[in-house]
């Protein structure tokens, strides 16, 4: 890769040719400020506390084999299904 004209690295070019053909201004000690000192938060799990039951439920009935399996069992457990 070719140096940059200007003996820079050229990533930071890039950034700040972004910001100001686009109009904003990124000031990153504005950054740290608002997102309480973590503005690059990176999480890697797929369900929270609150939302594990309904995306795990979700995920799992995706598959018609699993809703058939839970209709089969849901007729089992009423009283007209046959006993052994």
């Known amino acids: 890769m070719a140096a940059p004209a200007d003996g820079g690295d050229g990533f ?5 040719g972004w910001a100001a053909a686009s ?5 990153p000690q ?6 309480r000192g973590q503005p690059n938060r990176i999480s890697t799990t797929r369900f929270s506390l609150p939302t594990w039951l309904p995306k795990s439920l979700f ?16 007729l089992v457990l009423l009283q007209f299904s046959p006993m052994m």
Request: net charge positive; proline share 0%; with cysteine.
């Open 59 to 74: 995920v799992q009935f995706h598959r018609v084999a699993n809703v058939y399996f839970l209709f089969i069992s849901i």
């Open 30 to 35: 504005e950054l740290d400020k608002k997102n």
């Open 23 to 27: 109009g904003r201004q990124c000031n």
């Open 12 to 16: 930071g070019e890039r950034v700040l």
